[in-house]
Every structure is written in C-alpha cells, then in structure tokens.
C-alpha cells in the first residue's frame, strides 16, 4: 500500500513537471493556430467584440499571365478601443479546401498592385485595428490585402481573419469577386 | 542478519563518509574541469602581420594596417586582413554573434564600431563560404583629435 | 552465486545504457529537418511544396542588373545557378536554397547577388501556380559534381520538411552568366 502511495506521489509530480513545461507550448499554439471557426455570410460578422465588413473584393488578370489573379480584399473593422486592443497581430489568409492557403503579398510592388486595382486608386494599408495615426472614434478602420491566386481557384475561397487576442477563434466566410483585366 | 551480528559504529559509519567524500570530489572536479574548460587565457598570446589568428568559426590573417586619410571622408583606420572559414557552412557572422570584433586600443581614444568590406566587391561582407579565403577591408572611423601612435588590436574568439 | 547474479544485472545495465547513449540523435540532428530525397531530374515531395530540379550553369563572373545599375561580380571559386521548379504549395511561402556540396559542407545561396531580377530572397510561392526559380551558389568547382540542392522553407525548419535534389550533369564553366529576368 505504502508502494503504491509513492508511485502515485511520483506519477504525480511527473504529470506537473510536464503540465508546466506545456503550458508555454500550449498557449503559442493557441495563438498560433485557427481551429475554432465562426462562420459568417459573405458580408462579414462580429468577433470578440469586434465587427469586420467586407467592404470590397475584386480579382485582377493581366494579359501575359491569364492563369493568375491578384485578388483584393477590403475589410472594415470596427469595435471599441478595448475590443480592438486584442486584435492586434490581425492575420487574413485565404483557404481553398483543407490543404491550400494564401498569405497577403508583402513584396516591393505590393503597394503599386493595390493602388491599381482598387477603384479609387488607394492603398488603405494593412490590418492593423489600432493605427497610432486615427482618432480615437472615428468609424471603421479600413485595410487593403492583394492575394496571388490561380484562376481556377476564385470560385470556392474561403477569407480567414483572426488576432491574436482571438486565436484559436476565428471569422470564415465566402468570398467571391468578379474578374477584371487590367491592361 | 540477525542483531548479534551488528558491527561497531566506526565500522558502520567509516564506508558511507568515504563513499560521500568520494562523491563531494567527483562534484567538486566535474565542476571545476567546466570551469577550466570556459576559462581564457589572461594575457592572449601575441602575433604579427601574416600570422594567422583563430577565430573560433573563422581563421583571421591580419595583412597591412594603416591610416588612410585618401578621399573626402574622416580620416579611417584600414585593416586589410584575409578570412577563411573553418566551418562545414556558409558563415555570416565571422566576428560571432553578438558580433565582437577587433578592438583597437589605441590611448585613450574611443574607437566605434568598424564596417567590413569585401574586397571583392567593395560591398558589405554578407558571409564567407567554405574553402573560399576572401580579403576583407575592417575600416574604423577615426575619433577626433586622434594622433597616429603605436596602436594594438585585439581579436576574440 | 548471488555475486554472480548482481555482476551479470550490472553488466547487462551498463551495456544497455551505452546502446542508448551510442543511438541517441545528437543534439545537432534534432534540430535537423525531416530530408526527401529525389532522383535526378525527379519532383521532391515536401510538407509546404514540391521542387524539382530542372538545370544549372557554371560561371567565373554573374552579371546583372540592380536598380538599373549593371552590376558584375567575379569569384576566386564558381559560381552555379541552380533552377528550379516549385509546384503543389500548401501555403504562400518564401523558399531558402542551400548547395550541399560532394564534401558535404554547406553552401547558403550567396548574397552577393541581392537585387538581381527574380532573386529567390524576394520570391514568394503561392498554391495552386507552378512557378520556376532560381538561385545563386558560390562554391568550388569540385563540390557541384556529386552536390545536391537543398530547398527548405526560411527561418527555423525543426519537424519541417527539406527536399534534396541531386545535381543532374552540367556543363563546364562558361566565363560569363547573366542574371536576366
């Protein structure tokens, strides 16, 4: 009986050792990852206190390269201050499938590629919900993302937002844009 | 087994203070071997041009030294040295990382950090490959109001 | 007889602790990524993205353009433009390419050619588009033979996947290579 107390007490202290060595891990990969997702109408939704519209999409071809498309997307989120000072690390990816995923350009031209296929010709930059430069209420806080996607692919994407704050939760909703040529 | 058979204290007593003496010691010099092992040498030994030098990932050749003051720019101390890097990969940080490099000890003046140069290219030094030795120009910007006088540098590893 | 028991007990401790120490990884090969290895010619099958090796050139000097400035450099070894061809990417990523060489050291895609026209540093690999890449080694002339290219993805690589692509056979060193896009 009293063996069997001691290799309880060990099992025990062995199960700690772990469980605090874990904890760190656990909690970057729930920062890390998305698996808990709420899905929304292609208009956009609300998570962790914070609304996110759509505001624009649309799907650019260029002539040389008619199996690829810059797919941009406008978004609008909107919430209190507090709300969104868990949004930061805004991440925005596109999914086709399980086993496809798209990031946002960052590259030199990616400015120039926005500035081209948005309609008013600005680039609203990237989402960020706290910029240091807006005041304090002032509306929804816009942001411009440009993804490099097969054509093939525009039927069937699914956009992807989520914050660090809100990780492993995350909004998914349809997108569908129409294509456009750029000369 | 039995209780009759219980030897005296001293004979109890005597194996276990050996086996923990024996024990102490062995910590003691696992310890001070480490010790040992991290210790530098006090004064590091010295060398002259065309000597090479090791660096640890690089082995370092000191070429020529010399005040350029050619140019419009301040006046810079130049180093030209050969690296070569002693590693089984593409090394970019030859002076380790956190960088330390050479380190002029000239009077009382404050050199700054130095920039490497690729001969090769007159660009940054990005890295050395493996068995391709490069001269490299170390360039430190002369503090003002320095004298030419007798200077040393000293490497790290 | 109980002596004889307790030796064999010890004996057989201390050789199975040896076989555990003698086959337990070193801690630089934990840190390693999971290699795939291909035939000549052949697609590597990765975790983020397949490659395959389609060719290279061996030159003294690469020239190309930065900015509009030609820009030439020249080497005391040689200089090998590996291209290669990226297809059934996962998710959007950059590419790292090393050289393995015949020696087996490790040879980082040189950065003396930052800003030539479709530099790998600046490439991004999307899902869903083939796309064909290139990338500049500086190494000497008896490490390409028997070498192969090694694509992982940037940055840390643990439990991630690097594919390895034997050298097909290529032809001598041409004084001159130009970096065009």
């Known amino acids: 009986m009293r063996r069997i107390g001691w290799l309880a007490l060990t099992a025990l202290f062995f199960a700690l050792t772990a469980g605090i060595g874990a904890k760190t891990a656990i909690l970057d990969l729930r920062g890390e990852r998305e698996w808990d997702l709420t899905d929304t109408g292609p208009a956009g939704g609300a998570l962790e206190g914070v609304a996110l519209r759509v505001e624009l999409t649309r799907a650019a071809t260029a002539p040389q390269r008619p199996d690829r498309a810059l797919l941009l997307v406008r978004l609008a989120l909107d919430g209190p201050p507090a709300a969104r000072a868990a949004w930061v690390d805004c991440r925005v990816t596109l999914r086709h499938g399980q086993d496809r995923l798209w990031r946002p350009l960052e590259t030199a031209n990616t400015d120039a590629a926005i500035r081209t296929i948005a309609p008013d010709g600005q680039n609203m930059g990237r989402c960020n919900p706290q910029p240091f430069d807006a005041p304090a209420d002032a509306g929804p806080i816009l942001s411009d993302q440009v993804f490099l996607v097969p054509v093939e692919a525009l039927d069937g994407l699914r956009l992807h937002v989520s914050a660090q704050g809100t990780r492993p939760r995350a909004l998914a909703l349809p997108i569908a844009a129409q294509l456009v040529a750029i000369p | ?157 | 007889m109980i002596r004889a028991a307790d030796m064999a007990t010890v004996l057989a401790g201390a050789a199975l602790l040896g076989a555990m120490m003698a086959s337990a990884p070193d801690y630089n090969s934990v840190f390693q990524p999971f290699p795939a290895h291909a035939a000549p010619g052949e697609a590597a099958d990765g975790r983020l993205f397949d490659a395959r090796f389609l060719g290279g050139r061996l030159a003294r000097q690469v020239a190309f353009e930065r900015y509009g400035t030609p820009i030439i450099r020249d080497s005391a070894a040689l200089f090998l433009i590996a291209d290669f061809e990226v297809s059934h990417v996962t998710a959007s990523t950059r590419i790292a390419a090393t050289w393995r060489g015949a020696s087996g050291r490790d040879y980082a895609a040189t950065g003396r050619v930052e800003g030539a026209p479709g530099g790998l540093e600046a490439r991004w690999f999307q899902p869903g588009l083939t796309d064909r890449a290139f990338a500049v080694f500086e190494l000497p002339a008896d490490e390409v033979p028997g070498g192969r290219l090694v694509l992982t993805a940037p940055g840390v690589t643990i439990l991630d996947s690097a594919l390895h692509l034997p050298a097909p056979p290529l032809p001598g060193p041409q004084p001159l290579a130009r970096i065009a896009p």
């Open chain 2, 1 to 157: 087994m039995t209780p009759a058979k219980q030897r005296s204290l001293p004979r109890r007593v005597l194996p276990r203070v050996v086996a923990a003496l024996g024990l102490v010691a062995a910590v003691l010099l696992s310890w001070w071997m480490r010790i040992e092992d991290a210790r530098t040498a006090d004064t590091p030994p010295r060398i002259a041009f065309g000597q090479p030098v090791d660096l640890g990932r690089v082995m370092l050749t000191p070429l020529s030294l010399a005040v350029a003051p050619e140019g419009d720019g301040p006046p810079q101390l130049v180093l030209r040295a050969r690296l070569e890097n002693l590693t089984g990969r593409t090394e970019g940080a030859v002076f380790g990382f956190p960088p330390r490099p050479p380190l002029v000890d000239a009077g009382q003046a404050d050199f700054p950090q130095p920039e490497i140069f690729l001969d090769r290219d007159g660009e940054y030094l990005r890295h050395v490959q493996p068995r391709i030795p490069e001269e490299v120009t170390i360039t430190w910007d002369i503090p003002a109001g320095w004298q030419p006088q007798e200077i040393s540098l000293t490497f790290f590893r």
